[in-house]
């Protein structure tokens, strides 16, 4: 038999029951401010762990995947398969940034890749390779490494055989071309590897694309797009922003050399080529116009081909990188200006660059789209030395 119920009793019951419902109120307004403030703790414990990944060798040799494309259309998917709801990843290149450097470049290197990753890899996430022809030092790889939203940036030794000066080259007669131009040979190495070396070393044979990067040069304008992807989508294999005449008394005999390549192997040369960048006169002469080879962007399996192959042979073989000073920049165009069609050469008119004191700023709308920090009036390709005319007379 149910006892009956007091006054004291029934305010208590009353006074509990209300408090079940208060809580129960406050649990359900209160949720998503909890699971925020739980994540965002959550969020701060994960970042406060080292999670930088530093690779020296790439640990496979694997091409990476190509993704299927995030902007195309696509109809919205049926509420029965939940799966489909799932984004597909956006489509990428086969591509990477490479620069070559040394420990003491350290604060230039900073620069230029906090200025790439802001303007440009923060959205698009490309992996980093890092050349030096000595060990990357421990402090140079932790700082280097730390700068990047790429998850593969590797750190790599180039081989001696690469580097170095050949045997067979004749040691006086490279001693009287440095003396007439106070260059060292380390210069002339540099110039010899990355004309007829970088694309093979191990760290890059992965990959088909490259954007050639350099300690302390400047990148002024936000880029929203792939140049990866606009180069290969349009079949180009070189891309520049500053062209200009190389310094003749580094290249003396390189026309000479090349005229005499071409007349034996005529079938390298493209029927649509870009003679008239390199020359005023149908090839008699070179104008010495060539592309800044600091930036570039371009295709490494065109490097990789049996033309460039031949062709690096052939001039490697005259000695040329030691006797006299043939530049990296100069050997790249000349080959791409005469191996390829005219319209696989790109200039990126939308990429405000600097190194030295040379600068190309975007003009008009693509200065404001690309929110570009540089002044339009500096800009070498308004210069009168400046071989841009040259280039764009080919497209006229």
């Known amino acids: 038999m149910a006892l009956p119920l007091t006054p004291a009793h029934r305010r208590s019951v009353v006074i509990a029951f209300a408090t079940v419902l208060f809580v129960c109120y406050f649990m359900t307004i209160g949720h998503e401010d909890n699971y925020?403030?739980?994540?965002?703790?959550?969020t701060q414990w994960s970042a406060s762990k080292d999670t930088t990944?530093?690779?020296?060798?790439?640990?496979?040799?694997?091409?990476?995947?190509?993704?299927?494309?995030?902007s195309e259309s696509k109809p919205l998917p049926s509420l029965g398969n939940i799966s489909s709801y799932v984004s597909s990843p956006p489509?990428?290149?086969?591509?990477?940034?490479?620069?070559?450097?040394r420990n003491t470049d350290l604060n230039g290197v900073i620069s230029s890749v906090e200025q790439l990753e802001a303007r440009f890899n923060r959205k698009f996430n490309y992996p980093w390779v890092f050349l030096n022809d000595e060990p990357f030092s421990t402090d140079f790889k932790r700082h280097v490494a730390s700068l990047s939203s790429a998850v593969d940036v590797s750190f790599g030794l180039i081989p001696r055989e690469s580097w170095v000066q050949p045997d067979w080259i004749d040691e006086g007669k490279a001693q009287e071309g440095r003396n007439k131009?106070?260059?060292?040979?380390?210069y002339r190495n540099m110039c010899r590897f990355n004309s007829g070396f970088f694309f093979n070393h191990e760290l890059l044979t992965p990959y088909k694309w490259y954007w050639r990067v350099e300690p302390d040069v400047r990148y002024y304008c936000d880029l929203d797009y792939d140049p990866?992807?606009?180069?290969?989508?349009?079949?180009?294999?070189?891309?520049?922003?500053?062209?200009m005449p190389e310094w003749e008394p580094t290249i003396p005999s390189l026309w000479s050399t090349v005229k005499n390549f071409v007349a034996e192997h005529p079938q390298y040369v493209s029927p649509d080529n870009s003679m008239d960048f390199l020359s005023d006169n149908s090839g008699d002469s070179y104008n010495m116009c060539h592309f800044w080879s600091n930036f570039e962007i371009?295709?490494?399996?065109?490097?990789?081909?049996?033309?460039?192959?031949?062709?690096?042979?052939?001039?490697?073989?005259?000695?040329?990188?030691?006797?006299?000073?043939?530049?990296?920049a100069p050997v790249h165009s000349i080959a791409a200006a005469l191996f390829t069609r005219?319209?696989?050469?790109?200039?990126?008119?939308?990429?405000?660059?600097?190194?030295?004191?040379?600068?190309?700023?975007?003009?008009g709308k693509q200065w404001r789209e690309g929110h570009c920090s540089c002044d339009p009036n500096d800009n070498f390709d308004f210069a009168q030395n400046s071989c841009l005319r040259h280039f764009m007379r080919l497209h006229d």
């Open 91 to 101: 489509r990428r290149a086969n591509a990477t940034l490479v620069m070559l450097a």
């Open 36 to 42: 925020s403030s739980f994540k965002s703790l959550s």
């Open 298 to 328: 371009a295709d490494m399996d065109f490097w990789r081909s049996e033309a460039y192959t031949k062709f690096f042979e052939y001039l490697e073989n005259t000695g040329g990188f030691y006797y006299e000073r043939w530049g990296d």
């Open 181 to 186: 131009l106070a260059v060292f040979r380390a």
């Open 53 to 70: 990944v530093v690779v020296d060798v790439k640990q496979s040799n694997e091409t990476p995947p190509q993704l299927a494309s995030s």
């Open 342 to 363: 005219k319209d696989q050469i790109h200039f990126f008119k939308d990429i405000g660059y600097k190194h030295a004191e040379f600068a190309h700023c975007p003009q």
């Open 228 to 243: 990866f992807l606009f180069m290969e989508d349009r079949d180009k294999v070189y891309g520049f922003t500053i062209s």
